[in-house]
């Protein structure tokens, strides 16, 4: 029955949704009613192929007290090597030593982590396709797969893709009949692909579903998730689960890693340019939670901005997995639309591979640039070198709902008393407040080992100052949980919407190096594209100092603006952005010329040319023809290919038509030449020029 969740299961295995889909965190499921006339079972079977597009693998661990964690289900089978399996049972559960352990009966928690693959590997069955990005225009509902992704491939060979994401859903059950007083188990979807959106709300119907039918449920929801359409990045999409509905927002193409596949990039999906459509994300994790996360240390977060933006180590202490994961997607989201290309760990646990490496650094040795999110203390000890340290999170945050959910979307009208400056201004430079924060920096963080604190340790000073202006938008609707959700959805449009103007504007000044030409009127678009500028950095920063940075961060930055530049130039986020983006510019100026080859009067052009010319003409049609008929072989050719190849056909045989006949002859003397002008033998007549005809001259003749 159509708005009825119909999933295969029987009844009682949804007894527990109603409960998380009423949450207050509740993802945007549509669908959903409490349903007696389901279907108990259905014969569905999983495309491991298009199920790889999404997911690797999806994993059920167990805690055993005599042999520690314990894959007990792996679907598909073989997607992991043995040392892999290890990696994702250790970060599938809270850490041992972590802070406040919520004792009632059940507690479900949802969080994710992010591991490096084992080189050593061999997957049977994980794969990665090919994604294409296309005009909106080309979207149609009926043929999704057919217009709107181009799947060129599937690559059997996954070891280029270094990094695998964890969801976890964990479930403690507190009993003291049991051995140490309970158990727990964690459902976990594994992807290459960093689709929060996507897999926390799926993992809310997996996760209970689960703990109700066992491996059952893996295999029914594997078998629909193998049904979705590709995913489009930087698109809205709806995808089925029975007669639910997710409908998520995907990140762009820009803000993947190449090693997720390869994208064909809009230059206007990209900075430095502010997009005009705010619906649609501009980075990674763009639902998550800003204002609630950073809520008690918002005047810091221009700071973590700048940490962020130049690639700078960073230790993020929460109480728990959730909150740890929350407080590094957050500041990941905060640099976009740049690329976050440090390597981040929402998760990470002293069982890491990694783990071993970063504990040995000793005193003066550079930190390798991460964002590292931990629960255990230990690491404040371990990773003595890691020069910024925040600490976010409250330990009493301890409830039944699932937390990390993703957010509904959705402006709130109206406007509650501000959380703005005169708030902040009251908790910064009151005489308690400002002891406090003496004492934390003298104490330093090691003072979380006796007492949990919400702080940020950085030596670091901060050219960009916090703006007033935003902090005095924000609201503060107290404590009462469905009005502050209302209001954090507000507060963190607010917020996403200022760091991705601070950042676009930053980024502003590198323009000119990706501005595309086209060919002037009348001119030749079949010669090749003048190249783009080649960049500099001293003489970038030669012409910035003495141009100035512009209105809108000279208002929020220092006099030393310029250092902050300096340093992010040196920083592993540039490089990787200046490469993608100026790749991007070169596919756009490809695509004007390309388009203004179509449109090209070749006749016209050479009616007035020297014979010299003429047939420097031909070379360069023949070049651009056989590229075309090259990219159809790679299976990467464009929509109007055919199109373009007739054209550009027709083209080479007017230039043909009027060059000498002994040049003709010579030029036939090429088997594959003459093939690619035996398309038309129509004459082409130009003023003052004899008119001639190919059709009937072969390679062999003219031998």
Same mark, same amino acid.
């Given at each position: ?107 479900? #928690? ?35 797969? @057919? ?16 990094? !695998? ?15 140490? *007083? ?7 979807? !594994? ?21 109700? !039918? ?77 204002? =609630? ?17 130049? =690639? ?16 590094? &997607? ?9 690329? #976050?290309?440090? +390597? ?9 591979? +990694? ?19 931990? %629960? ?16 976010? *999170? ?64 950085? %030596? ?43 950042? %676009? ?22 010669? @090749? ?6 960049? @500099? ?78 047939? +420097?003409?031909?070379? &360069? ?23 373009? #190849? ?15 006949? @002994? ?41």
């Amino acid at each position: 029955m159509k708005g009825e969740l119909n999933l295969g299961f029987p009844v009682q295995a949804l007894i527990l949704l109603p409960r998380l889909f009423n949450s207050r965190k509740s993802p945007k499921i549509l669908g959903w009613k409490s349903s007696s006339s389901l279907i108990l079972e259905l014969s569905l079977k999983t495309d491991l192929e298009s199920l790889q597009q999404w997911v690797v693998a999806f994993c059920i661990i167990r805690f055993d007290l005599e042999q520690g964690q314990l894959i007990e289900e792996c679907y598909p089978p073989g997607s992991l090597s043995n040392e892999e399996e290890l990696d994702v049972a250790f970060s599938s559960f809270p850490d041992s030593v972590s802070q406040n352990q919520n004792r009632s009966s059940i507690h479900d #928690c949802i969080f994710f982590f992010r591991i490096q693959r084992r080189k050593s590997s061999e997957q049977r069955n994980v794969n990665s396709s090919e994604i294409v990005e296309i005009d909106d225009k080309e979207v149609s509902s009926n043929s999704m797969k @057919d217009k709107v992704i181009n799947r060129r491939k599937i690559r059997n060979d996954t070891k280029q893709l270094k990094y !695998l994401y964890g969801y976890v859903f964990n479930r403690q059950r507190h009993d003291e009949r049991l051995r140490r *007083g309970g158990e727990q188990k964690s459902v976990v979807i !594994l992807s290459h692909n960093p689709y929060s959106s996507v897999f926390r709300p799926l993992l809310q119907i997996m996760g209970p579903l689960y703990f109700d !039918l066992g491996k059952k449920a893996l295999e029914h929801i594997a078998a629909y998730v193998s049904m979705w359409p590709a995913p489009v990045p930087g698109k809205h999409m709806e995808l089925p689960i029975g007669n639910a509905l997710l409908k998520v927002s995907l990140p762009p193409a820009h803000s993947l890693s190449f090693e997720i596949g390869m994208f064909e990039e809009s230059a206007s999906a990209m900075a430095p340019f502010l997009p005009n459509n705010q619906s649609i994300p501009q980075g990674l994790f763009h639902d998550s939670d800003i204002f =609630g996360t950073f809520r008690s240390i918002l005047l810091q977060l221009w700071l973590l901005w700048e940490l962020l933006l130049i =690639g700078e180590p960073i230790l993020i202490i929460g109480p728990t997995p959730p909150q740890c994961c929350e407080a590094v &997607a957050s500041l990941v989201s905060l640099v976009a639309p740049l690329p #976050c290309s440090i +390597d981040f760990r929402p998760y990470f646990t002293i069982h890491d591979p +990694d783990f071993k490496h970063l504990n040995s650094l000793r005193e003066g040795d550079t930190f390798p640039p991460m964002i590292l999110g931990v %629960t255990n203390l230990f690491f404040l000890k371990a990773l003595r070198n890691i020069p910024h340290i925040v600490s976010v *999170g409250s330990p009493a945050l301890n409830s039944n709902q699932v937390p990390f959910a993703s957010r509904s979307a959705g402006r709130i009208h109206g406007r509650p008393e501000g959380f703005g400056l005169q708030q902040l201004s009251l908790k910064k430079f009151s005489p308690s407040s400002l002891l406090s924060a003496v004492k934390l920096r003298r104490d330093g963080p090691l003072c979380l080992m006796t007492e949990h604190k919400e702080a940020v340790w950085s %030596t670091y000073v901060a050219t960009t100052k916090p703006d007033t202006s935003i902090l005095n938008r924000l609201i503060d609707a107290g404590m009462l949980p469905r009005v502050e959700e209302s209001m954090s959805v507000v507060n963190n449009e607010i917020l996403r919407r200022h760091f991705l103007e601070l950042t %676009t504007n930053f980024l502003a000044p590198f323009g000119p190096y990706f501005r595309a030409t086209t060919p002037s009127e009348g001119s030749l678009p079949f010669i @090749d594209p003048p190249p783009l500028p080649p960049f @500099d950095a001293d003489e970038f920063l030669a012409n910035l100092s003495a141009r100035g940075v512009g209105k809108f961060l000279s208002k929020r930055m220092k006099s030393n603006w310029l250092d902050l530049y300096k340093r992010f130039l040196k920083g592993p986020n540039f490089m990787p952005w200046f490469q993608r983006r100026l790749t991007v510019a070169e596919q756009e100026q490809h695509r004007l010329w390309r388009q203004a080859r179509m449109k090209a009067d070749i006749k016209l052009l050479i009616s007035k040319m020297p014979e010299l010319e003429v047939v +420097d003409y031909f070379n &360069a049609i023949e070049r651009h023809l056989l590229g075309e008929i090259q990219m159809e072989k790679l299976g990467r050719a464009a929509v109007d290919f055919t199109e373009t #190849c007739q054209k550009l056909k027709k083209d080479l045989q007017a230039v043909f038509n009027v060059l000498p006949k @002994d040049m003709q002859q010579l030029l036939l003397m090429n088997p594959e030449r003459a093939a690619l002008l035996q398309l038309s033998s129509e004459p082409t007549k130009l003023p003052d020029r004899p008119s001639l005809q190919i059709g009937v001259v072969s390679s062999t003749s003219s031998r």
